[in-house]
């Protein structure tokens, strides 16, 4: 089983970057995924999530209207789109998968994680 988070990087106040999570090893449309984000000294946060087949999203009110994500089960991709972007978004994001999740927000609702991607707004 593998997930590997990649797209993060260096952006200006106000920039776009967009994530993506590419998966293996599982049945990808079985399971939902999830973003979450670390920050230096502080708790992982739950940013966004998405049902198995896309039709339902949940977002932290921190980026609703400012981030998207979306999924191609075809490609076993999550995407996350990121606009708008602020110093305080600046985080490692990490993708993750579970098949008992329900609004998203539990990390232990998730069975499997990948590596972080930095992203880095900078002011």
């Known amino acids: 089983v593998q997930l590997q988070a990649y797209g993060g990087g260096l952006v200006q106040t106000g920039g776009s970057l967009r994530l993506s999570c590419a998966a293996s090893g599982f049945t990808f449309e079985d399971y939902a995924i999830g973003w979450f984000r670390q920050a230096p000294g502080k708790e992982r946060e739950f940013v966004t999530a998405i049902s198995r087949y896309g039709g339902n999203t949940f977002y932290s009110d921190s980026v609703k209207g400012r981030f998207a994500i979306s999924r191609d089960n075809a490609k076993n991709t999550v995407y996350l789109q990121m606009d708008s972007l602020k110093p305080e978004d600046t985080a490692l994001y990490y993708c993750?998968?579970?098949?008992?999740?329900?609004?998203?927000?539990?990390?232990?609702?998730?069975?499997?994680w990948g590596q972080g991607t930095q992203v880095t707004v900078s002011s």
């Open positions: 993750a998968a579970g098949s008992s999740v329900i609004d998203g927000q539990t990390p232990s609702r998730y069975d499997y």
